[in-house]
């Protein structure tokens, strides 16, 4: 899992280890495994929001686990120019390499670390797709997709297009050096990553070495998921067990904590986790296909808008789509 290392975590930052008399800890509230499915022109992704509730999701709406999964020559699979209104779609490749474009002049290729952070806001069309020489050759496949609403007052902003490179990200550690912690967004012990959101949040990619623990401060006024990307581990004070592709939903307070399982499965050594957290909006969600919106009325218009062209137009320039599909006229 290249993302992005570093060869000595003790040369990093250290996230102290909050006071629990100061931050008490937040209990554990679920733990929900993903089921499997298939995305876009059919690559496999584990729906890791499948067993929870909107309410404990606010202001996060869905998250695709994509792959991981080693491709055959021929097999790479992305998707076909599509629209988007209403909220932010962050694409974090782990592994491998993905194109994206979109109408309003945003794109590049994410590969190893990269994060693609795009606000949709009052309407968008983009495709993401494997490039043709890794379609060609195969590989590795392994990443994140992950909807972030926007408040009622800011889902007509105009669409807005991020590029935050692996090299960007802030990396900490724990104070034994057994966790490595990126902060792609928000903000962990005044230290800030690189992503900037309309709607607060944080998002960590955090691996822990077998045996490590890592307590993390978390604002009181934030939700907090931890999404297990691979290995074994366990969440909380009272030590849920957490496994691969399984989400937990943390209660109240102001600290959160993770640790890795000291006897691992031979395949994943380490325990690599998502931890997200955001201030709930609390607004209605009206969500179908590519919208997310407050009511019915505005997802039909929604609708209505793309289909008269009002969301966008493909450039003229427009990326080569690698797979077969039909793609939007």
């Known amino acids: 899992m290249p993302a992005v290392t570093v060869e000595n975590t003790l040369l990093l930052p250290r996230v102290p280890e909050p006071d629990p008399q100061a931050a008490p800890q937040r209990p554990v509230r679920s733990v929900t495994s993903a089921p499997q499915g298939f995305e876009g022109e059919g690559f496999p992704v584990y729906r890791a929001f499948a067993g929870a509730t909107l309410r404990d999701l606010d202001p996060f709406v869905h998250m695709d686990q994509m792959g991981e999964v080693e491709y055959a020559p021929g097999e790479p699979k992305g998707t076909a120019w599509h629209p988007h209104r209403g909220f932010e779609t962050v694409t974090y490749m782990i592994d491998g390499l993905m194109e994206h474009q979109d109408s309003h002049g ?8 990269a994060t693609q952070w795009m606000t949709a806001g009052s309407g968008i069309l983009h495709i993401e797709t494997p490039p043709e020489a890794l379609v060609a050759s ?3 496949f392994h990443g994140i997709q992950l909807w972030v609403n926007l408040p009622r007052a800011n889902k007509g902003n105009p669409p807005r297009y991020q590029s935050i490179e692996g090299q960007q990200t802030v990396l900490l550690s724990s104070p034994d050096g057994g966790a490595l912690v990126r902060v792609i967004a928000g903000d962990v012990a005044g230290h800030h990553g690189p992503g900037a959101t309309f709607t607060p949040i944080t998002m960590i990619h955090a691996t822990l070495s077998p045996g490590a623990r890592l307590v993390l401060p978390w604002r009181p006024d934030f939700n907090a998921l ?6 074994r581990g366990t969440v909380g004070a009272e030590q849920r067990p957490l496994d691969a592709h ?10 959160l904590t993770v640790s890795a399982t000291g006897q691992p499965d031979s395949r994943t050594p380490q325990l690599d986790v998502l931890i997200l957290g955001g201030r709930p909006i609390r607004e ?11 009511t019915k009325a505005e997802v039909i218009q929604a609708f209505e808008d793309f289909q008269s062209g009002r969301l966008g137009v493909i450039p ?3 990326i080569p789509h690698t797979a077969p599909g039909e793609e939007l006229s």
Do not use: K, W
């Open 106 to 113: 945003g794109g590049g290729t994410i590969t190893d670390g």
């Open 138 to 140: 195969g590989g590795l």
């Open 226 to 231: 931890v999404y297990a990307l691979s290995g």
């Open 246 to 255: 399984q989400l937990a939903v943390f209660g109240p307070g102001a600290a």
């Open 284 to 294: 209605p969600v009206a969500h179908f296909g590519p919208f997310v919106m407050n």
């Open 316 to 318: 003229a320039d427009r």
